[in-house]
């Protein structure tokens, strides 16, 4: 079985959208980003994608070149009538409208021995990490304090979730650090 | 002139104490920490230190064996009536009743050529940020996601503050982030 990773870009102070929703600041060079062996490596060993409603709109229903060329679940309420652009046969949608727990169940036994990778939004990894559904953690850390937005982390009432470091990696643009998630 | 740096260990999610008020999980071996490069380099460079009241009052009234053995101004509204245990030559209280820019200006003036270390609470790092007064900060980002207690950064009306990563270091316990405030 493959690992499910989930991971987002975020500034020092936890914001993965600024206060104008541009996430801008925290992908600065998406072209450049891409060909860095850390994405090229996780493209070659994903095998499906989760990610949230709002994250499914954000590229405006145009998944041309997108760089996950696999299935993706999208967690959602209401499956969209539209149907987006760049489908083709390795990359295509299936909308779960039946909780996170399915959508991960779904996407592993489509990724086979390969990587799920849920790449947001901020609830959707929220959800994973509490449900226990995660193996890695991995933040892109941006040398920024915005000071407002939408934040990847929120106060919870449950109990801390422990991580092990795994790597570090320092990129022009931000920190990789990918951690496990302790069990 | 020395620098001034600020710094302290927040959990990935932001959090500098847990919900009980502990800082266990973010400086879990304090004596090991202290013999580290890092600390015993910021040792011998700190000629004065700036600290809030809140972390003042954690210290309990006792300094005896303080790491820094330097000036240490507290921002206060109130002057104690107690003295701190541990006073000597170099380590000394001077509390100052008149805002962050005065505690920071002493605090250089007594430094010299030496480095100033605002080592906290939460709200001290804050306003020096915000007031421009910080030339480097330091996160030690520990691999927990504490999912509540005091945090460290809080949302705010004004600009990004971006930052420069100078260097990692990979602790055990931490992984200890240097940046340079951008002005």
């Given at each position: 079985?493959?690992?499910?990773?989930?991971?987002?870009?975020?500034?020092?102070?936890?914001?993965?959208?600024?206060?104008?929703?541009?996430?801008?600041?925290?992908?600065?060079?998406?072209?450049?980003?891409?060909?860095?062996?850390?994405?090229?490596?996780?493209?070659?060993?994903?095998?499906?994608?989760?990610?949230?409603?709002?994250?499914?709109?954000?590229?405006?229903g145009d998944f041309t070149?997108y760089?996950?060329q696999?299935p993706i679940?999208?967690?959602?309420?209401?499956?969209?009538?539209?149907v987006a652009k760049g489908e083709n046969e390795r990359l295509r949608f299936?909308?779960?409208?039946?909780?996170?727990?399915?959508?991960?169940?779904?996407?592993?036994?489509?990724?086979?021995?390969?990587?799920?990778?849920?790449?947001?939004?901020?609830?959707?990894?929220?959800?994973?990490?509490?449900?226990?559904?995660?193996?890695?953690?991995?933040?892109?850390?941006?040398?920024?304090?915005?000071?407002?937005?939408?934040?990847?982390?929120?106060?919870?009432?449950?109990?801390?979730?422990?991580?092990?470091?795994?790597?570090?990696?320092?990129?022009?643009?931000?920190?990789?650090?990918?951690?496990?998630?302790?069990?």
């Open positions: 079985m493959g690992k499910v990773l989930a991971g987002m870009n975020m500034s020092l102070d936890g914001f993965i959208e600024d206060r104008n929703g541009s996430v801008a600041r925290l992908y600065p060079d998406l072209d450049a980003l891409r060909q860095t062996d850390l994405i090229q490596k996780e493209i070659q060993s994903t095998g499906a994608v989760v990610m949230g409603r709002h994250a499914y709109d954000m590229a405006q070149g760089e996950f696999a679940f999208v967690l959602t309420h209401h499956v969209p009538e539209t299936i909308f779960v409208t039946d909780g996170i727990d399915h959508a991960i169940t779904q996407a592993k036994s489509a990724a086979g021995d390969q990587d799920v990778v849920v790449i947001g939004g901020a609830q959707t990894v929220r959800q994973c990490l509490h449900a226990g559904l995660v193996d890695e953690l991995e933040i892109g850390l941006a040398p920024v304090l915005l000071g407002g937005g939408l934040g990847l982390f929120e106060p919870h009432g449950s109990q801390p979730i422990e991580l092990e470091r795994i790597s570090v990696i320092e990129y022009p643009w931000f920190t990789h650090l990918r951690f496990r998630v302790v069990r």
